[in-house]
């Protein structure tokens, strides 16, 4: 089977910044509170999906040495698209400059971890140039008067450029998509309404499915938690992080994070927590990465890659 590999990564993020101090100033809330119970201290907003996941992808096509007319297919994870139609990848496609089908995905904070499974799929049935797009601008549809939300959001995109490992075992080993659609009152948004969510009851189910979604794509590629070199969770809260880490017997160490700056910004977090991951330390030619996200739904994924061409 021919695996896909990531040849190029971007990301943006809204250019205005929200920090705890501001939101405690008009909310009844505190910096103390928000980073205690989910480690976020500041949040990007702005930005409409088109703009941040142009933005990121123009990065990604540039690191990956890719003209945007090579592409053969854009997928747009995303669940706050610009317009109900046409589809945010539509636009890029355009605005890219290439000349490819493209669609969006709707799997909410696991978007992107389910694209990732529909990009490998599609490069081992033969194309060779995919673009992924993980982006949501969930300050939309965030109720700036309701502090157990408004604390949680934020807006940014992340891109990887997919092509063809070189080397058999290089690129995606295994994936997982999930839906557990008993739990889809959880957390919801109605048009015209407002993101509403039982945070107590996610943040349970939330774990659960990590920890589930995670060791699946593990035993498929017959490895083991202490083979993964680096776990990039979706960015919701850091004690869910810390939980899954925990009951999957990772160190926490190992677990890439931007939440701290970037709040919960949904199909972009888990690009966005690569690129931190791999400015801040790098990730290694060999080493075995993790991505497993949850959402809205309630959906959730996994997908396990060896990191290099
Ligand atoms: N500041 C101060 N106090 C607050 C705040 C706030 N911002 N928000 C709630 N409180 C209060 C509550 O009113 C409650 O007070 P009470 O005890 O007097 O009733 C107390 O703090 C505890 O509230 P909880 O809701 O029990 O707090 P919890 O520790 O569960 O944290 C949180 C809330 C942060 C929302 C957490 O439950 C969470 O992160 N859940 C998961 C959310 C999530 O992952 N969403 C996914 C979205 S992904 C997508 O698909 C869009």
């Known amino acids: 089977m021919t695996r896909a590999t990531i040849t190029g990564l971007g990301t943006a993020v809204g250019n ?31 930005g409409s999906c088109l703009e941040l996941g142009g933005q990121a ?6 690191e990956a040495e890719m003209d945007a007319s090579d592409l053969d297919l854009i997928i747009c994870a995303t669940c706050t698209p610009d317009q109900v139609f046409p589809a945010v990848s539509n636009r890029l496609q355009e605005d890219l400059g290439a000349a490819c089908g493209a669609f969006d995905l709707n799997a909410a904070c696991s978007g992107f971890t389910y694209a990732i499974s529909l990009a490998q799929a599609q490069i081992s049935a033969g194309m060779e140039r995919v673009l992924v797009v993980g982006v949501d601008t969930l300050s939309r549809f965030t109720d700036w008067d309701d502090r157990s ?6 807006d940014g995109a992340g891109a990887v450029v997919m092509e063809p490992a070189r080397r058999d075992d290089r690129g995606v080993l295994s994936t ?46 017959g490895l083991e938690p202490s083979d993964v070199t680096v776990v990039i969770p979706h960015q919701a809260n850091l004690r869910i992080i810390e939980s899954a880490m ?5 160190p ?47 959906s959730v994924a996994a997908a396990l890659l060896r990191w290099g061409r």
């Open 246 to 250: 925990k009951r999957l017997g990772i």
């Open 149 to 154: 939300t408004a604390i949680l959001f934020g």
């Open 252 to 298: 926490l160490g190992k677990a890439a994070t931007v939440i701290e700056v970037t709040g919960n910004t949904s199909s972009a977090s888990i690009p966005l927590a690569m690129g931190a991951a791999v400015s801040k330390s790098g990730i290694a030619d060999g080493d075995v990465v993790l991505l497993v996200g949850f959402g809205a739904g309630m």
């Open 16 to 46: 205005k910044v929200i920090t705890n101090h501001d939101l405690a100033a008009v909310l009844d809330t505190s910096d103390e509170w928000i980073v205690e119970r989910t480690g976020i201290h500041e949040r990007r907003v702005g």
């Open 176 to 221: 997982y998509m999930g839906s557990e659609g008993r739990f889809a009152d959880l957390l919801t948004c109605d048009f015209g309404d407002y993101i509403r969510m039982d945070g107590k009851e996610v943040f349970r189910q939330a774990v659960r499915v990590m920890v589930s979604a995670s060791r699946r794509v593990l035993a498929d590629a």
């Open 57 to 62: 992808a123009r990065i990604a096509l540039k």
